[in-house]
Protein backbone atom coordinates (compact mmCIF):
# COMPACT_ATOMS: atom_id res chain seq x y z
CA UNK A 1 0.00 0.00 0.00
CA UNK A 2 2.00 2.91 -1.54
CA UNK A 3 -0.04 5.37 0.09
CA UNK A 4 0.01 9.17 -2.01
CA UNK A 5 2.57 9.35 -3.99
CA UNK A 6 4.10 12.37 -5.85
CA UNK A 7 6.30 13.08 -8.47
CA UNK A 8 8.69 14.51 -9.50
CA UNK A 9 10.09 15.21 -5.66
CA UNK A 10 11.95 18.05 -6.82
CA UNK A 11 12.36 20.53 -10.12
CA UNK A 12 14.05 23.73 -11.60
CA UNK A 13 11.83 25.25 -14.87
CA UNK A 14 12.52 27.91 -16.77
CA UNK A 15 9.62 30.50 -17.30
CA UNK A 16 7.50 29.53 -20.26
CA UNK A 17 8.07 26.16 -20.08
CA UNK A 18 5.29 23.91 -19.10
CA UNK A 19 5.14 21.04 -17.02
CA UNK A 20 2.87 17.91 -15.26
CA UNK A 21 3.42 17.04 -11.88
CA UNK A 22 1.75 13.57 -10.75
CA UNK A 23 -0.34 12.61 -7.81
CA UNK A 24 -1.46 8.81 -7.45
CA UNK A 25 -2.83 7.05 -4.27
CA UNK A 26 -4.02 3.58 -4.38
CA UNK A 27 -6.68 3.54 -1.57
CA UNK A 28 -9.68 4.55 -3.34
CA UNK A 29 -9.96 7.67 -2.38
CA UNK A 30 -13.37 9.36 -3.78
CA UNK A 31 -11.61 12.91 -2.48
CA UNK A 32 -8.20 14.43 -3.89
CA UNK A 33 -6.68 18.06 -3.47
CA UNK A 34 -3.85 19.74 -4.72
CA UNK A 35 -2.00 22.86 -2.63
CA UNK A 36 0.85 25.17 -2.71
CA UNK A 37 2.95 25.81 0.49
CA UNK A 38 4.72 29.14 0.10
CA UNK A 39 8.03 29.49 2.50
CA UNK A 40 6.60 29.92 5.87
CA UNK A 41 3.22 30.45 4.99
CA UNK A 42 0.43 28.10 5.06
CA UNK A 43 -1.52 25.84 2.44
CA UNK A 44 -3.42 27.45 -0.14
CA UNK A 45 -6.07 24.92 -1.80
CA UNK A 46 -5.17 25.04 -6.08
CA UNK A 47 -7.64 22.38 -7.19
CA UNK A 48 -9.46 19.36 -5.85
CA UNK A 49 -11.61 16.57 -7.25
CA UNK A 50 -14.65 15.02 -5.28
CA UNK A 51 -14.26 11.50 -7.98
CA UNK A 52 -13.37 10.88 -11.28
CA UNK A 53 -14.51 13.61 -13.92
CA UNK A 54 -15.46 15.95 -11.37
CA UNK A 55 -12.73 18.90 -10.72
CA UNK A 56 -13.15 22.42 -9.36
CA UNK A 57 -11.03 25.89 -8.23
CA UNK A 58 -9.73 26.30 -5.23
CA UNK A 59 -8.34 29.45 -3.71
CA UNK A 60 -5.43 30.26 -6.25
CA UNK A 61 -6.16 28.03 -9.50
CA UNK A 62 -4.57 30.45 -12.04
CA UNK A 63 -1.68 29.09 -14.04
CA UNK A 64 -2.90 25.71 -13.13
CA UNK A 65 -4.98 23.05 -14.93
CA UNK A 66 -6.26 19.81 -13.34
CA UNK A 67 -7.77 16.10 -14.86
CA UNK A 68 -8.86 13.47 -12.82
CA UNK A 69 -10.12 10.88 -15.98
CA UNK A 70 -9.26 7.81 -12.95
CA UNK A 71 -9.73 7.81 -9.16
CA UNK A 72 -6.56 6.94 -8.78
CA UNK A 73 -4.73 9.62 -10.64
CA UNK A 74 -5.16 13.69 -9.96
CA UNK A 75 -2.27 15.40 -11.75
CA UNK A 76 -1.55 19.12 -12.18
CA UNK A 77 -0.68 21.04 -15.01
CA UNK A 78 1.54 23.90 -14.67
CA UNK A 79 1.08 26.23 -18.50
CA UNK A 80 3.39 28.73 -18.92
CA UNK A 81 5.79 28.84 -15.67
CA UNK A 82 6.14 32.12 -13.96
CA UNK A 83 8.45 32.78 -11.01
CA UNK A 84 5.42 33.05 -8.50
CA UNK A 85 5.08 29.84 -9.05
CA UNK A 86 7.75 28.24 -6.76
CA UNK A 87 6.73 26.90 -4.33
CA UNK A 88 6.33 23.11 -2.45
CA UNK A 89 2.99 21.55 -3.51
CA UNK A 90 1.62 18.90 -1.80
CA UNK A 91 -1.18 16.15 -3.22
CA UNK A 92 -3.80 14.87 -0.76
CA UNK A 93 -6.46 12.29 -0.49
CA UNK A 94 -9.21 10.97 1.51
CA UNK A 95 -12.82 8.99 1.67
CA UNK A 96 -16.02 10.83 1.90
CA UNK A 97 -16.28 8.93 4.82
CA UNK A 98 -14.81 5.77 6.47
CA UNK A 99 -11.05 4.74 6.38
CA UNK A 100 -10.17 6.76 9.99
CA UNK A 101 -11.48 9.87 8.10
CA UNK A 102 -7.71 10.34 7.87
CA UNK A 103 -6.54 12.93 4.88
CA UNK A 104 -3.28 10.95 3.34
CA UNK A 105 -0.35 13.79 1.92
CA UNK A 106 2.12 13.21 -0.57
CA UNK A 107 5.07 13.93 0.62
CA UNK A 108 5.65 17.29 -1.43
CA UNK A 109 7.42 18.24 -5.12
CA UNK A 110 9.42 21.35 -4.65
CA UNK A 111 9.50 23.34 -7.60
CA UNK A 112 11.49 26.59 -8.65
CA UNK A 113 10.88 28.99 -11.43
CA UNK A 114 13.69 30.38 -12.83
CA UNK B 1 -16.52 30.92 1.38
CA UNK B 2 -15.13 29.38 4.30
CA UNK B 3 -12.63 30.63 6.29
CA UNK B 4 -10.62 29.68 8.44
CA UNK B 5 -8.79 31.13 11.23
CA UNK B 6 -6.14 30.40 13.48
CA UNK B 7 -4.36 32.34 16.22
CA UNK B 8 -1.70 33.02 17.36
CA UNK B 9 0.68 32.38 14.40
CA UNK B 10 3.79 32.58 16.62
CA UNK B 11 3.70 30.74 19.78
CA UNK B 12 7.01 30.95 22.32
CA UNK B 13 6.84 28.96 24.94
CA UNK B 14 8.68 27.77 27.67
CA UNK B 15 8.79 23.84 28.07
CA UNK B 16 6.54 22.97 31.17
CA UNK B 17 4.10 25.57 30.59
CA UNK B 18 0.52 25.20 29.09
CA UNK B 19 -1.21 26.76 25.84
CA UNK B 20 -4.07 26.69 23.40
CA UNK B 21 -3.71 27.76 19.86
CA UNK B 22 -7.46 27.94 18.42
CA UNK B 23 -8.90 27.51 15.04
CA UNK B 24 -11.95 29.53 14.18
CA UNK B 25 -14.30 28.74 10.86
CA UNK B 26 -17.37 30.28 9.38
CA UNK B 27 -19.46 27.96 7.81
CA UNK B 28 -20.67 24.27 8.25
CA UNK B 29 -18.67 21.42 8.25
CA UNK B 30 -18.63 17.88 9.64
CA UNK B 31 -15.21 16.99 10.17
CA UNK B 32 -12.18 19.14 11.23
CA UNK B 33 -8.17 17.91 11.53
CA UNK B 34 -5.36 19.23 13.13
CA UNK B 35 -1.79 18.46 11.54
CA UNK B 36 1.65 18.88 12.41
CA UNK B 37 4.49 20.05 10.08
CA UNK B 38 8.70 19.95 10.87
CA UNK B 39 10.35 22.11 8.45
CA UNK B 40 10.74 20.76 4.87
CA UNK B 41 8.27 17.97 5.53
CA UNK B 42 5.40 16.92 4.65
CA UNK B 43 2.26 17.03 6.92
CA UNK B 44 1.69 14.80 9.53
CA UNK B 45 -2.46 14.11 11.11
CA UNK B 46 -2.64 14.49 14.89
CA UNK B 47 -6.34 13.81 15.15
CA UNK B 48 -9.62 13.97 13.24
CA UNK B 49 -13.28 15.88 15.34
CA UNK B 50 -16.38 14.54 13.72
CA UNK B 51 -18.57 16.03 16.11
CA UNK B 52 -19.71 18.78 18.48
CA UNK B 53 -18.06 18.12 21.83
CA UNK B 54 -15.47 15.84 20.52
CA UNK B 55 -12.33 15.56 22.70
CA UNK B 56 -9.42 13.62 21.39
CA UNK B 57 -5.88 13.51 23.57
CA UNK B 58 -2.26 12.33 22.59
CA UNK B 59 0.06 12.53 24.69
CA UNK B 60 0.69 16.33 25.69
CA UNK B 61 -1.94 17.32 22.86
CA UNK B 62 -5.82 17.57 23.26
CA UNK B 63 -7.97 19.02 20.91
CA UNK B 64 -11.45 19.77 20.95
CA UNK B 65 -14.47 20.58 19.04
CA UNK B 66 -17.45 23.12 19.46
CA UNK B 67 -19.66 23.36 16.23
CA UNK B 68 -21.85 26.09 17.35
CA UNK B 69 -19.21 28.35 17.96
CA UNK B 70 -17.31 27.36 15.09
CA UNK B 71 -14.61 26.56 17.39
CA UNK B 72 -12.06 24.17 18.01
CA UNK B 73 -8.74 24.24 20.36
CA UNK B 74 -5.61 22.33 20.64
CA UNK B 75 -4.53 22.60 23.80
CA UNK B 76 -0.67 22.04 24.72
CA UNK B 77 0.42 20.65 28.18
CA UNK B 78 3.98 21.25 29.74
CA UNK B 79 5.22 21.72 26.84
CA UNK B 80 8.95 20.06 25.62
CA UNK B 81 10.89 20.94 23.13
CA UNK B 82 10.05 17.84 20.66
CA UNK B 83 6.64 19.83 20.43
CA UNK B 84 8.38 22.47 18.49
CA UNK B 85 6.86 22.38 14.93
CA UNK B 86 3.65 24.52 12.80
CA UNK B 87 0.39 23.12 13.67
CA UNK B 88 -2.60 23.93 11.14
CA UNK B 89 -6.45 23.07 11.21
CA UNK B 90 -8.45 22.44 8.75
CA UNK B 91 -12.05 22.07 7.93
CA UNK B 92 -13.85 20.08 5.38
CA UNK B 93 -16.60 22.08 3.74
CA UNK B 94 -19.92 19.95 3.85
CA UNK B 95 -22.57 22.32 2.30
CA UNK B 96 -22.70 24.16 -0.25
CA UNK B 97 -21.23 24.52 -3.98
CA UNK B 98 -17.78 23.55 -2.19
CA UNK B 99 -18.74 20.70 -1.18
CA UNK B 100 -15.75 19.08 -0.34
CA UNK B 101 -13.65 21.44 -0.63
CA UNK B 102 -10.96 21.58 2.41
CA UNK B 103 -9.51 24.81 3.76
CA UNK B 104 -6.28 25.38 6.09
CA UNK B 105 -5.85 28.19 8.66
CA UNK B 106 -2.54 30.07 8.69
CA UNK B 107 -0.66 27.44 10.82
CA UNK B 108 0.73 28.54 13.88
CA UNK B 109 4.41 28.36 14.38
CA UNK B 110 5.44 26.95 17.78
CA UNK B 111 8.84 26.98 19.35
CA UNK B 112 9.21 25.51 22.83
CA UNK B 113 12.71 26.64 24.45
CA UNK B 114 14.24 25.57 27.82
Known amino acids: NAGVTQTPKFRILKIGQSMTLQCAQDMNHNYMYWYRQDPGMGLKLIYYSVGAGITDKGEVPNGYNVSRSTTEDFPLRLELAAPSQTSVYFC?????WGGGNTIYFGEGSWLTVV | ELKVEQNPLFLSMQEGKNYTIYCNYS?????LYWYRQDPGKSLESLFVLLSNGAVKQEGRLMASLDTKARLSTLHITAAVHDLSATYFCAVFNAGGTSYGKLTFGQGTILTVHP
Open chain 1, 92 to 96: ASCLR
Open chain 2, 27 to 31: TTSDR
